[in-house]
């Protein structure tokens, strides 16, 4: 499977925007997807993941609120949500796609990345 994702770019303090993370393939709903970020000269970090079904979500604790994950099957495509941000946002996000249904925050578990949307938050 191949991964897109888009909808990132510079946004004021407490704006928001919507990531969009676009699957090729079938059975995509076969298939668990994760949100990852990662800032400059820091690791990767977890922020969301959702089950193949979409009934299963994990969060990141802080994250959690503003932050919400979604996905449309018929659509090949997961969502991220992200309301009131801050410039501690600001990181290149990813999406990634394991060959299970079950999701998981463990970044090492998936098997599919797509390369990243630059979010910027300026304050």
């Known amino acids: 499977v191949q991964l897109q994702a888009s909808g990132g770019g510079l946004v004021l303090a407490g704006g928001s925007l919507r990531l969009s993370c676009a699957a090729s393939?079938?059975?995509?709903?076969?298939?668990?997807v994760g949100w990852f970020r990662q800032a400059p000269g820091k690791e990767r970090e977890f922020v969301a993941a959702i089950s193949g079904s979409g009934s299963s979500i994990y969060s990141s604790d802080s994250m959690k609120g503003p932050f919400t994950i979604s996905r449309d099957n018929d659509k090949n495509t997961v969502y991220l949500q992200m309301n009131s941000l801050k410039p501690e946002d600001t990181a290149v996000y990813y999406c990634a796609a394991r060959l299970f249904s079950s999701a998981t925050m463990r970044v090492n578990a998936y098997d599919y990345w797509g390369r990243g949307t630059q979010v910027t938050v300026s304050s």
């Open positions: 393939g079938r059975s995509f709903g076969g298939y668990a």
